[in-house]
């Protein structure tokens, strides 16, 4: 049964928009699932978050995750957004992570993505085409197997993806003097059964008095009905 008094507004309306989902305000994806995504480095992390939201086979949160620096604190920031996790119905191949190309000419990647996995990647170096020349125009492919990648990844799942990142277009702009002001960035990763997605600035609960909150939470439901189609 759900405790209505607790949700607030971003669970109500998406609640309302996903029947089936079940809410849990004060709880968050775990560091081992974050972890497992293979995106980020598996450093000592404190991760913290909320607004859980778990719908059949996704979850979706809000994700806070700090990296320990050398003077053993908690204060570089790793990642700040909204995590999602998605079991597939059928195990991946081969491991594939992607990302969201961000404009500058080098598309090498930044130093907490270039960390080795169970697989002993390099995703610097083992960049791959996909059939879509447009998916390609927007999104950098790493995968040690690249035929075995095109089977993953395939052209409702190529548009899927793409229409994630319209959907965050959809956000924009923002509010000029936020904090956060830095654009949003999607990561994701097939790994096994499971598929993950991070979404680097975007937030599940906007500013209060920020006038475009329906339209963000429109986006929100959006992107969880998309995710529930991968």
């Known amino acids: 049964m759900h405790v209505f008094h607790k949700l607030s507004q971003i669970d109500r309306y998406l609640l309302k928009k996903n029947t089936t989902a079940k809410f849990f305000p004060d709880y968050h994806i775990s560091s081992q699932e974050f972890i497992g995504s293979g995106l980020f480095k598996t450093a000592d992390l404190?991760?913290?978050?909320?607004?859980l939201m778990i719908d059949n086979e996704l979850k979706i949160c809000h994700l806070g995750v700090k990296q320990l620096n050398s003077k053993l604190a908690?204060?570089?920031?790793?990642?700040?957004?909204?995590?999602?996790?998605k079991k597939l119905k059928q195990s991946?191949?081969?491991?594939?992570?992607?990302k969201q190309k961000d404009g500058v000419k080098d598309h090498k990647l930044p130093k907490f993505?270039?960390?080795l996995t169970n697989d002993d990647h390099q995703f610097d170096k083992d960049k791959v085409q996909t059939s879509s020349v447009l998916f390609n125009s927007s999104f950098d492919v790493y995968s040690k197997h690249a035929k075995k990648a095109e089977y993953i990844l395939t052209k409702s799942r190529?548009?899927?993806i793409g229409s994630i990142h319209e959907q965050?277009?959809?956000?924009?702009p923002r509010p000029r003097r936020s904090k956060n002001n830095s654009p949003f960035q999607i990561l994701f990763s097939f790994k096994k059964d499971?598929?993950?997605m991070a979404i680097k600035n975007l937030q599940?609960?906007?500013?209060?008095?920020?006038?475009?909150?329906?339209?963000?939470?429109?986006?929100?439901?959006?992107?969880?009905?998309?995710?529930?189609?991968?």
């Open 158 to 160: 190529m548009q899927l």
């Open 204 to 230: 599940m609960k906007p500013p209060l008095f920020f006038k475009g909150r329906k339209q963000h939470f429109n986006a929100l439901s959006n992107i969880i009905e998309i995710i529930s189609k991968i």
């Open 168 to 172: 965050l277009n959809t956000l924009m």
């Open 194 to 196: 499971q598929f993950y």
């Open 113 to 115: 993505l270039m960390q």
């Open 46 to 51: 404190n991760v913290k978050g909320d607004h």
């Open 92 to 98: 991946s191949a081969c491991y594939l992570m992607g």
């Open 74 to 85: 908690y204060t570089q920031t790793l990642f700040d957004g909204v995590f999602i996790t």
